[in-house]
């Protein structure tokens, strides 16, 4: 995945500069350095990058100024590094709210963008998201342009379980997209998305079209979808769409196959406009719902705890006794081995692992390098090692493997762990690593589930 690349990049000049013996001017300049050239070569704008390098200076030197290094080389990496952090997810945010669909309420969102942008696709990724998430959904194919549009939404929208409309004889889309929608209002249906033709290039026929189909339907929110290999030429598009159509946010499909992902985030948060999701994937799940710090989090190797929650609440909708069970356990802070087990396990049938590695905190960033297949193979390794766990350890919080002293404080391992690494066939080394993803896991789910529970922070994120 090439945004994984830009990542590594990103997060190998930070390691290195975490590292350095003493934070100064060029050390900082070094960092600077990297992290600018990692996002030149990755489409975003010259200005951008230029701007981010002058702000995170201008950031470091007030902190410094301030004293609030109080002298300590660590207190000043840590610093640069959240001025960092912080001008990254600036750069990708528009710092506008999207709309937000609500249940009970006939949401019409229609999709507009230039053709084998992926907007048929992505379509029907978007029904199947809100579909999992109670959302009563279906899709209105509007496209009349181009041959078989209808077929492959047809197609599509049965492999997903979800309602569509469309017709092979009608050719007035504007009157497919009325028609549509006011059936599926009768229905009470919550989400109603409607796929509008599209062009090979901008021109005033499709920007016609879109204006009558959004008389017609009174959208309460036009998605822009864009293909991520344009690059930074996304803000020229977009702004384009947003003299015709005033749509409310953007979809950037594609993003798993291209080296400008993050030229054409960059340049759509300058347009300030909110992404809303990434298409990363031709299959139906392959949509990742967007936000800013959670996005340059997952980026930048830390874990992306909201969109690992997202994932587990889809899994969990399918399968309501367990969720009950686990929101329990994480409202109360109890998660032992064997629950993390059991979601890594889930989340390892869930799509490709690197995609889904990147989102659990505490995962060395090496545990995602190389192949999908490389990838798994260290995943199952973690499993393994926990295969040769006794039950009671499964369901213990971890503390059973360690050596405890006199005053009941961790003084080493216990020989529990040379146990687990001999039957495993695995190193005491692999064991502790997994010991310690495990309490990072545990420490991150606690403080985001908290009092308010798993499955409330996780419906708080819809
Ligand atoms: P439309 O003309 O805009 O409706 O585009 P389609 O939905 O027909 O998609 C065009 C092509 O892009 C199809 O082959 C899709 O499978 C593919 N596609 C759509 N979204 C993605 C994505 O996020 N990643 C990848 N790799 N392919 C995608």
Avoid at 71 to 85: H, L, P, S
Avoid at 151 to 167: E, L
Wanted: proline fraction near 3%; aromatic fraction near 6%.
């Amino acid at each position: 995945m090439v945004l994984a690349d830009l990542g590594r990049k990103l997060n190998s000049a930070l390691s290195q500069f975490s590292r350095v013996s003493s934070v100064d001017q060029e050390a900082l300049d070094a960092l600077l350095k990297e992290i600018c050239a990692a996002l030149l070569e990755s489409d975003v704008n010259v200005k951008l990058v230029s701007s981010l390098r002058q702000k995170v200076k201008a950031k470091v030197k007030a902190a410094l100024d301030t004293g609030a290094d109080k002298g300590r080389e660590g207190q000043r990496k840590n610093i640069v590094q959240k001025a960092i952090f912080d001008e990254l997810v600036h750069l990708v945010d528009p710092g506008v709210e999207p709309y937000k669909p609500r249940k009970g309420y006939p949401n019409v969102i229609m999709a507009v963008g230039l053709q084998g942008n992926g907007k048929t696709t992505t379509c029907t990724k978007l029904a199947v998201h809100y579909q999992k998430r109670g959302f009563k959904s279906c899709i209105v194919c509007a496209d009349t342009f181009r041959a078989g549009a209808f077929d492959q939404t047809r197609q599509s929208a049965t492999k997903a379980k979800v309602a569509y409309f469309g017709s092979y004889t009608e050719t007035d889309p504007v009157s497919i997209a009325a028609q549509g929608v006011e059936k599926f209002k009768k229905e009470r249906f919550d989400v109603i998305i409607v796929d509008t033709s599209g062009r090979h290039k901008q021109e005033s026929e499709l920007f016609q079209e879109m204006v009558q189909i959004s008389e017609a339907v009174k959208p309460d929110m036009t998605v822009l979808v864009l293909d991520a290999s344009i690059g930074q030429a996304a803000e020229a598009q977009s702004r384009a769409f947003k003299d015709s159509a005033d749509f409310g946010a953007i979809i950037v499909t594609k993003m798993d196959g291209h080296a400008k992902g993050g030229g054409a985030i960059s340049a759509v948060a300058a347009t300030k406009t909110p992404i809303i999701f990434l298409g990363v994937g031709e299959h139906l799940a392959d949509l990742d719902k967007f936000a800013p710090q959670p996005f340059i989090s997952k980026l930048l190797g830390m874990g992306d705890v909201q969109g690992l929650m997202e994932h587990m609440h889809d899994v969990a909708m399918a399968n309501p006794n367990k969720q009950k069970e686990m929101a329990k356990k994480f409202e109360e802070g109890k998660i032992s081995i064997r629950d993390w087990r059991e979601q890594i396990q889930t989340v390892m049938g869930m799509g490709p692992i690197s995609k889904i590695a990147s989102m659990i905190p505490g995962l060395p960033q090496d545990m995602l390098a190389g192949s999908d297949e490389e990838g798994a193979h260290r995943m199952k390794k973690l499993l393994y090692i926990t295969d040769s766990m006794t039950a009671e350890e499964l369901d213990s919080d971890g503390m059973l493997f360690m050596e405890l002293g006199k005053d009941g404080k961790p003084i080493g391992l216990s020989w529990r762990v040379w146990r687990v690494a001999r039957g495993s066939g695995t190193h005491v080394r692999d064991v502790e690593e997994v010991l310690c993803q495990y309490r990072m896991m545990a420490n991150v789910a606690k403080q985001a589930g908290g009092k308010k529970g798993w499955l409330q922070a996780a419906q708080k994120m819809q």
